[in-house]
């Protein structure tokens, strides 16, 4: 991920390294470990909600406004937004309870040994490291949700700010400069999450 990051135009606010490009990036050290069964059975709870069942259909409907074949929903949570969409739709994650929930359904793909057509990362992307490596296996759609910030000081006063989670940090502008250089182009940008309730969420379609 270095490669794509301008180091001469950094400033540190403690730990959070700022990249003049507009991402952040912090020495997340915590793993896997966050992502245990109790992390599975709260995004359980959160989708048997009123804005979490809202909240998968208005993701399915961006997604098939699209594109309709088969997509690997990456980090999915509690399985909900497979479970929303259906067919042609499949899962990773490094979650025990969620591999559990995927092998379970023999809905497990692994899309770093294989590509897919399309892929959504909804809350995710900020979470992985090397997260190049895996757009590698995305050949047309990428559909993505995450945290967008005015700047530095935004993501550090953010509720989005997780120490033990978030390794990247966006602004809209920045995440739209880090996709062009693996070559995706931005087809929509929304804020549908932030209009259901959720703070400072932006969703984005990408082609390649």
Not at 123 to 128: C, R, T
């Amino acid at each position: 991920m270095e490669y794509l990051l301008v180091k001469d135009g950094a400033r540190s606010l403690g730990e959070l390294i700022w990249y003049d490009i507009g991402v952040g990036w912090f020495p997340v050290t915590a793993g896997t470990r966050p992502y245990d069964q109790a992390y599975f059975d709260r995004y359980a709870r959160q989708a048997d909600s009123d804005i979490g069942r809202a909240l998968m259909r208005a993701r399915v409907r961006l997604v098939d406004k699209y594109y309709k074949g088969v997509l690997c929903d990456i980090g999915i949570g509690c399985g909900a937004f497979i479970e929303a969409r259906g067919i042609k739709t499949f899962g990773y994650d490094v979650c025990p309870a969620g591999l559990r929930w995927l092998k379970q359904r023999n809905l497990y793909r692994d899309p770093y040994g294989m590509k897919f057509a399309a892929m959504s990362l909804w809350d995710v992307l900020e979470h992985i490291a090397d997260f190049p490596r895996l757009l590698r296996n995305v050949e047309q759609w990428l559909f993505i949700s995450l945290p967008i910030f005015n700047g530095p000081e935004h993501a550090l006063r953010s509720k989005h700010f997780r120490p033990d989670e978030h390794i990247w940090y966006f602004t809209r502008h920045g995440l739209n400069n880090v996709m062009a250089a693996l070559g995706f182009k931005l087809i929509e940008y929304s804020n549908m999450e932030s209009v259901l309730g959720r703070e400072d969420i932006g969703s984005f379609v990408y082609r390649r």
